[in-house]
T-cell receptor, first 111, second 114 residues
Framework: GEDVEQSLFLSVREGDSSVINCTYT??????LYWYKQEPGAGLQLLTY?????DMKQDQRLTVLLNKKDKHLSLRIADTQTGDSAIYFC???????????FGRGTQLTVWP | KAGVTQTPRYLIKTRGQQVTLSCSPI?????VSWYQQTPGQGLQFLFE???????NKGNFPGRFSGRQFSNSRSEMNVSTLELGDSALYLC?????????????FGQGTRLTVV
């Protein structure tokens, strides 16, 4: 089956940039996603990138995709305490209607 | 435009009981997927419905079932509840459920089995 790997924890100081990394195994992935989950809440779609793109920027968020290495990253510029949450990487693979998720990266932002 | 609505938000049930959770997708979306989220196992795929048909199923026992109605609303049912079924149950809706569409999640139903 498809595997998606992420580091579990990341701590940064407010105002710094955060970079969350993810690796995946399914080379047929069409879309790769980043979701955010705050305590007690569902998953919020932050951004996504189509597999034929290398980079996508959306305000403070930059997604980089290295398809050769199957590596995806999410950079959050000027990280704020409100960005503290769990961030999930997910890939839309070969199975209709199903996303494959990593275990999530807990981002903690210190003031 | 209304988002994905899951009801109820919280549930407490006892072992052996059954439970039904509901998910109303975004208007115009025809695919609904269900996931179970636990601290130990992360997000696990339960099943996906499209136009009232189950297209895919994850690796869960037969106690977990679902259905989709003609208006795309979906329900999932868990029978003979076990303590290990305590989890956050999330549903996601997308237009077609293929790999070319965005999936939006509801707030989840927090099920506690005692």
């Amino acid at each position: 089956g498809e595997d998606v790997e992420q580091s579990l924890f990341l701590s940064v100081r407010e105002g710094d940039s955060s970079v969350i990394n993810c690796t995946y195994t399914d080379s047929s992935s069409t879309y790769l996603y980043w979701y955010k989950q705050e305590p007690g809440a569902g998953l919020q779609l932050l951004t996504y990138i189509f597999s034929n793109m290398d980079m996508k920027q959306d305000q403070r968020l930059t997604v980089l995709l290295n398809k050769k290495d199957k590596h995806l990253s999410l950079r959050i510029a000027d990280t704020q305490t409100g960005d503290s949450a769990i961030y999930f990487c997910a890939e839309g693979g070969s199975t209709l209607g199903r996303l494959y998720f990593g275990r999530g990266t807990q981002l903690t932002v210190w003031p | 435009k209304a988002g994905v609505t899951q009801t109820p938000r919280y549930l407490i049930k006892t072992r052996g009981q059954q439970v039904t959770l509901s998910c109303s997708p975004i208007s115009g979306h025809r695919s609904v997927s269900w996931y179970q989220q636990t601290p130990g196992q992360g997000l696990q795929f339960l099943f996906e419905y499209f136009s009232e048909t189950q297209r895919n199923k994850g690796n869960f026992p037969g106690r977990f079932s679902g259905r989709q109605f003609s208006n795309s609303r979906s329900e999932m049912n868990v029978s003979t509840l076990e303590l290990g079924d305590s989890a956050l149950y999330l549903c996601a809706s997308s237009r077609e459920g293929d790999t070319n569409t965005e999936a939006f999640f509801g707030q989840g139903t927090r099920l506690t089995v005692v």
